[in-house]
């Protein structure tokens, strides 16, 4: 069999049934009822991880749907180094990692399909897709959603100008040189200072390209302070408190005008335009399913374990908070397999019972889990353990104190929760076009935090606090958890 052949192995389908042939159709099902055990959407490290862990944990048939021509996830255009040590250990290029994830899947039993794209969620697991054979339909006894996030193009950015060629975003850069070789220009402009941008000024100085400035329109990159140095070492140009105004150019770019804090204004020679960060996640499928969707991160609302508001679904990954490191992604994907485990085998809590958690205050981007499950009616706990705690993202760099707050219908009109709350000024605070009455909210605990809108804030979930308010009939006592921020500042850039 040629590498050809191997690669497009297992693309071909049989009724509404993914095979590789007749034969591996009796072996390889989960049951007659399914077509698989674990479905899961997005061949990237996340994806990847999770096929991995799921199939070294004994799930039967697993598999990958992937809308590209291999998987791999966006490492497979990065050129660059950096990535691989939290999985392998040592350092590897993008593509090389990609290749390594992929190989390793297909080791251990992982069925992948590419250029396959799924089109559509049904409520049981039932996944319609676009595939080179037509349009199917697949069920699985669980689906795993991990789409990644993409970055906000131009056409969302609202910049004026011409609609010349040499305008484009990291991953189609990355995408272009990597698979194509060809340079879409030689002088282009990098748009923000998010981790990206620095990606691609190293695949800008692999590929012989020379960047003629990074502007950011904050006072401070966004990524890390010592990344102020790639610049300086490759040349590049660094303009903070600077704002791109409008793009020239009939054919191809020729200049750009920008904007600093003073209103001044310059005008810069370039040929090209690259977009970088302010990722969204890949949520299209989300927002035309049944799966409840959270304004706030952009992705679905999911439980402590991963699990959607359809409990047949679980998502992980960039698809959740935009963006994290591959690793990051990589070691969530495992972590969410373990779960999709425990619900197969019928031990994680059962969703019937969901606590929604609500974010009080503006400087909160958005949070996840954005809802709690808890056990009722005597259901064993001992599998009460997070997908991870809670995690947020503010608005703006900040300082002051993180606090966590239940709200019982029964302890309504306690004096003494009435006079904590009051002390923190909480009373109703507008969230998502709802109002979120507060006045009957207890204070779990407080915590003092420190953080800047592109690091993650990791919050353990007090989940001895909440299982203290099981009644006697094992049911929670909580309505609702809600996070505020209190005696905030801004931090100095």
């Known amino acids: 069999m040629t590498h050809r052949d191997q690669k497009h192995r297992g693309l071909s389908f049989h009724g509404s049934l993914l095979d590789s042939s007749a ?7 989960a049951s007659p009822q399914y077509d698989c055990d674990v479905a899961i ?8 991880s999770a096929a991995i862990e799921l199939k070294k944990s004994g799930i039967h048939h697993v598999v990958v749907l992937e809308r590209e021509s291999d998987a791999g996830g966006v490492p497979r255009h990065c050129d660059h180094s950096l990535f691989g040590f939290r999985e392998f250990r040592r350092c590897f290029s993008g593509p090389r990692y990609a290749q390594r994830l992929t190989e390793q899947a297909r080791k251990c039993g992982v069925d992948i399909h590419i250029n396959t794209s799924v089109i559509a969620l049904h409520p049981n697991a039932v996944i319609q897709l676009s595939t080179p054979g037509g349009v199917k339909k697949i069920r699985a006894r669980k689906a795993l959603i991990s789409t990644g996030a993409r970055e906000t193009p ?5 910049i004026s100008g011409r609609r010349p060629a040499g305008i484009t975003t990291t991953g189609a850069l990355q995408s272009t040189i990597s698979f194509t070789g060809k340079k879409p220009f030689q002088n282009p402009v990098v748009i923000g200072s998010e981790l990206v941008a620095f990606s691609s000024l190293l695949t800008c100085k692999f590929a012989g390209i020379q960047p003629v400035a990074m502007i950011e329109e904050n006072p401070r990159i966004t990524a890390w302070s010592s990344a102020v140095l790639l610049p300086k070492i490759f040349g590049v140009p660094l303009y903070t408190n600077t704002r791109l105004v409008e793009i020239s150019g009939k054919q191809q770019v020729s200049s750009i005008r920008i904007r600093n804090a003073d209103s001044t204004e310059k005008q810069l020679d370039c040929d090209g335009v690259i977009f970088t960060g302010h990722f969204i996640p890949e ?4 927002r035309s399913s049944h799966l409840q969707f959270d304004k706030n991160s ?3 609302v999911i439980d402590q374990y991963g699990r959607c508001s359809d409990s047949d679904y679980f998502a992980t990954g960039n698809l959740l908070h935009p963006v994290e490191t591959a690793g990051w992604c990589w070691a969530e994907g495992k972590q ?3 779960n999709i485990k425990d619900s197969l085998n019928k031990v994680l809590p059962n969703a019937n019972f969901r606590i929604p958690v609500h974010i009080l205050d503006k400087e909160i981007h958005y949070i996840t889990p954005q809802v709690l499950t808890l056990p009722r ?3 064993q706990t001992q599998k009460f353990n997070p997908f991870f705690n809670f995690q947020l993202r503010f608005s703006s760099p900040v300082k002051g104190n993180l606090s966590v707050h239940s709200s019982s219908p029964h302890r309504k009109g306690d004096s003494r929760c009435k006079t904590q709350i009051a002390s923190r000024h909480l009373g109703r605070h507008h969230v998502n076009t709802e109002y979120v009455d507060t006045e009957d909210a207890f204070p779990l605990f407080t915590k003092s935090f420190t953080s800047r809108p592109e690091r993650r804030a990791l919050l353990n979930i007090p989940y001895s606090n909440i299982l203290d308010n099981l009644n006697v009939q094992g049911e929670p006592g909580i309505n609702k958890i809600l996070i505020r921020f209190s005696d905030c500042a801004t931090l100095r850039l």
């Open 23 to 29: 034969a591996q159709t009796q072996t390889l099902f």
């Open 41 to 48: 959407i997005g061949g990237g490290p996340a994806g990847l």
């Open 154 to 158: 131009r056409s969302a950015r609202l």
């Open 283 to 286: 949520a299209t499928l989300i």
């Open 298 to 300: 952009g992705g679905p």
């Open 336 to 338: 969410v397999a373990k």
């Open 377 to 379: 009616n005597g259901q």
